[in-house]
Structures are given as C-alpha cells and as structure tokens.
C-alpha cells in the first residue's frame, strides 16, 4: 500500500490549530492535527473567557477547547494527542517525526500553530492560583477585577499596557518593576505615570502569590534596602514577556529576532506549502479570536496553494518549484488564485 500523505498537517491545538483545522477538514482535505501533550493552548489556564463572540453567557476556557476539537473532528479532522519532535521542510512531501515514533508524518502541507506562552516568574503561589488571580492576559481578565486592587509584575509594554487594560476595571494598580528603568516605550510609560490609578514599586521582586484559593496578596522584596513585605491585592498579573514556541521550527522557517515565524505572504511562511497561524506569529493581538481567525486564513491559504499544486506539472519537484516562484513578484500566487477561490 502506498504510503500515506496527509494534504495538511496542523500542528498545535489552541484556537489557530483547531480552526485551521475546521476549515481544512471541511473543505475535504485529508487534515491530521498534532494536539500536542498539552493540547487546547493557553486557553486550558483560563477561567471564564467572555470574549469570545457566541459564547453569550461566557465560557471556560478548557470547555470552549473541547468545543474546538469537536467541531473540527465533525469533519473528519484526525486528532494525535502528540507531540512533534523533528520536522523536515526541505523535501516535500514534508516529514514530521511525533516523539518517540521512528517513522514520519508526510504532509503535502503544513500549518504551524504552535503559540506562545506568557512567561512567568516561577513562583508557587503563582502556578497554584493561576486562574484564580493569577493571570497573564488583562484583556481576557482585567474585567472580573472591578474596583478591586491588582499588581502587574515588569517594567516593558506589555506590563504598560496590561495595567492601562486594567485601570478601566480595578479600583488600584500596582506595577512592580525589578529596577529603576524601563525598557518599555517612553509613550507607554508616560502613560502609565500619567494614569491616577496606577502607582509604582521599583527595584522591587516579587517573591510569591499569596493565598489558599485565590489571589490574597504578593510578598515583595525591595532590591536595595532587602525590606520584604506583604502586599494585599485581589489579582497578580505577570507581563514579563511571552515566548513564542517556535525551537522545532528554527532554521527551517523565517522568524523575527524574538523567534515569532515571519508570514511572508498572507500566512505563508518562507518555506512554500508551510503556513502559520496565531500567536505563534503574532505579538500583537494575542487573543483567541484572532488567532481562530487566523487558523482560518492558514486554511484557506493551504487550500489555495494545494490547489495550485494539482495544477503545476512540476508540483513534486520542490527545487524546481521554489526556484521558479521565487522569480516571481512577492504575492502572486495568491492574487493569481483570486479568481478560483473556493467556497468554504
Ligand atoms: P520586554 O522584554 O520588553 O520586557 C520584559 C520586562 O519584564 C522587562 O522590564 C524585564 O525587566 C521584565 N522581566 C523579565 N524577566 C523578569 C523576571 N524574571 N522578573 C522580573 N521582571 C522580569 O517584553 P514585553 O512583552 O514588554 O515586550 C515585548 C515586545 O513587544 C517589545 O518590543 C514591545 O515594545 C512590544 N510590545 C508593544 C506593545 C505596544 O506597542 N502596544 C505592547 C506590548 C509589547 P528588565 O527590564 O529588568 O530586564
């Protein structure tokens, strides 16, 4: 028996991956999502997401997951509750190695739906309360924090931004920065400084979350006088950074100096037939709304690029392939599939 080729292989499991693959499977491609041990992304550490448009009355997060996995699986989307541990994009069809396993995945394309992770202190308190207080998405959550008192932990924009997004609901906030300087932009952090709600702790770490079942307190140690003391507050919110979860795929895809895939032409990356979706390339919105619409966006595109394929007598020779496109004029290949689009 011929081996088998999959037309798309999705990899990762948040919004991204799973309405990429809603979209893929629907349109009839033969779709196959690598989950990931942790699958549903950084929704399964959400509590109620009430962001999310049909969701009404609101939603937990690991619910609306299942959610995701259903519908995209009511098309024929296969699920592998794996992780990748080794792709190959320089041949194609295109390898993926799922851990442990010898022989490879072959894929006519992939998409790469991996995410990002917040980063975080590594405190206890912070991973034992983590949806109950503990957040790293103003945003999703700045809203169950009305007039209560909040600490937002870093000193670039992302901890700017997440205590403005706070400062709409919480009665108090606190950033607490490790120094006495701030990476973030001089806009932001004026923004900030100007803001009646906000106040500052510098040169300030700190040392844990506090409480049984919910965020009580935060217990800070000033960096120059070693003072340590105990901070109540309702919510903590780590803005220290996120971390694209992009290791797998260095060197073989264009990324950004903070490793974020690079979307050359609308999703595709620089590897024809490798398109990414979510948060994995975006570090601006970062929002399950957005990153589901671009899961559909990477399956349209895939869908687009395979069709093309069908069509190029040449298809399976990817040097002769990438060679001749990239004589072409940047976003040609999709302008050229306008007029084919497929109804979805
Ligand atoms: P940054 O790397 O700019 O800032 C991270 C901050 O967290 C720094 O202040 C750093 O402190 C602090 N930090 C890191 N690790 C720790 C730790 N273990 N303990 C305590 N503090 C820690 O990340 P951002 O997410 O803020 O920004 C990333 C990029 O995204 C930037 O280019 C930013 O401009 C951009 N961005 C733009 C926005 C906008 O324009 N609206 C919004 C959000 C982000 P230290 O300074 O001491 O190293």
Request: net charge negative.
């Amino acid at each position: 028996m011929a081996e088998k080729i999959y037309d798309t292989v999705i990899i990762g499991s948040g919004p991204a991956g799973y309405t990429a693959a809603l979209y893929a499977s629907r349109a009839n491609l033969d779709t196959l999502v690598f989950q990931g041990f942790e699958s549903g992304g950084q929704l399964m550490l959400t509590s109620d997401v009430e962001n999310y448009p049909g969701y009404r009355d609101g939603v937990v997060g690991p619910d609306m997951m299942d959610d995701f996995e259903a519908q995209a699986a009511r098309f024929g989307a296969e699920m592998r509750p794996d992780n990748v541990e080794r792709v190959d994009f320089l041949t194609r069809p295109f390898r993926l190695w799922a851990e442990d396993e010898e022989e490879p995945v072959l894929a006519k394309s992939v998409i790469i739906a991996t995410g990002a992770k917040a980063r975080w202190l590594g405190l206890e308190g912070e991973q034992r309360l983590m949806g109950r207080g503990v957040s790293g998405c103003a945003t999703c959550d700045g809203f169950f924090f009305k007039d209560k008192k909040v600490a937002v932990v870093g000193g670039g924009d992302t901890a700017m931004e997440e205590a403005l997004v706070l400062s709409k609901y919480a009665g108090e906030v606190v950033l607490i920065h490790r120094r006495d300087q701030f990476r973030a932009s001089k806009i932001m952090l004026a923004r900030a400084r100007n803001n009646p709600k906000i106040t500052f702790i510098t040169d300030t770490v700190v040392e844990d979350v506090l409480g049984e079942t919910s965020v009580e307190g935060v217990r800070t140690k000033n960096l120059k006088t070693g003072d340590v003391e105990d901070l109540a507050v309702d919510g903590f919110f780590a803005a220290i950074g996120h971390e694209p979860a992009t290791s797998l795929f260095k060197g073989l895809v264009d990324m950004d100096a903070e490793g974020y895939v690079i979307q050359r032409e609308h999703t595709m990356t620089s590897v024809p037939g490798v398109f990414a979706a979510g948060d994995v390339s975006d570090k601006r919105y970062r929002q399950a709304v957005t990153a589901a619409g671009d899961g559909c966006r990477a399956a349209i595109d895939a869908e687009r690029w395979l069709d093309e394929q069908g069509e190029a007598d040449h298809a399976e020779d990817p040097g002769v392939w990438v060679a001749e496109k990239d004589q072409e004029p940047a976003g040609s290949w999709t302008e050229d599939r306008e007029a084919s689009a497929p109804t979805l």
